[in-house]
């Protein structure tokens, strides 16, 4: 804004372009990094059904039908050197793992969980580039929650 010499108040539009397109540039790019991630989930989806989950439609599936087990967010997220997965597991969970992914749906890490109970798995950044990474916990064939995790450099 401006004050013009007859003292009226005015906006200077043709200065306000520039403050206008870097700011549609930066929505535009968060939009991208969503469009990024809800399209690496589908695709981690897709290697889970591939590999033994028993149903694409066991992400939506409640926790009572996946026989109460919980998945947490790693901490710290980001991470650069190790993060740490809390996870629970009844006693009534035959078979577990804890499987990584890049966000083209590849299956890169895959943990066999044996204790049950509450218990976490460290997994260590320099087994991995740095990125943008999708986990999920398989109990029984059925895949429970996917969450994302960040590795810096």
């Given at each position: 804004?401006?004050?013009s010499?007859?003292?009226m108040l005015?906006?200077?539009y043709?200065?306000?372009i520039?403050v206008?397109?870097?700011?549609i540039?930066e ?6 990094m969503l469009t ?6 589908m695709?981690v989806?897709?290697a ?5 989950g028993?149903?694409i439609n066991?992400?939506d ?5 996946v026989?109460?087990?919980t ?5 710290p997220n980001?991470?650069?050197n190790?993060t740490e997965?809390?996870?629970?597991l009844?006693?009534?969970?035959n078979?577990?793992y ?8 590849r299956?890169l890490?895959?943990i066999?969980?044996?204790k049950?109970g509450?218990?976490?798995?460290i ?5 991995f ?5 999708l986990y999920?916990?398989i109990?029984?064939?059925q895949?429970v929650?996917?969450?994302?995790m960040?590795l810096?450099?």
């Amino acid at each position: 804004m401006y004050e013009s010499p007859d003292g009226m108040l005015a906006v200077d539009y043709v200065g306000l372009i520039p403050v206008l397109i870097q700011s549609i540039q930066e929505l535009k790019s968060q939009i991208d990094m969503l469009t990024i991630s809800e399209s690496a989930v589908m695709s981690v989806k897709q290697a889970i059904k591939s590999s033994g989950g028993s149903s694409i439609n066991d992400f939506d599936t409640s926790l009572e039908e996946v026989k109460n087990v919980t998945l947490e967010q790693n901490a710290p997220n980001p991470f650069s050197n190790n993060t740490e997965i809390k996870y629970s597991l009844p006693q009534t969970v035959n078979t577990a793992y804890l499987c990584v992914y890049d966000l083209q749906g590849r299956q890169l890490k895959q943990i066999t969980l044996s204790k049950r109970g509450n218990n976490s798995e460290i997994i260590t950044g320099s087994e991995f580039t740095p990125g943008i990474y999708l986990y999920t916990i398989i109990a029984d064939g059925q895949s429970v929650d996917v969450k994302k995790m960040i590795l810096t450099e």
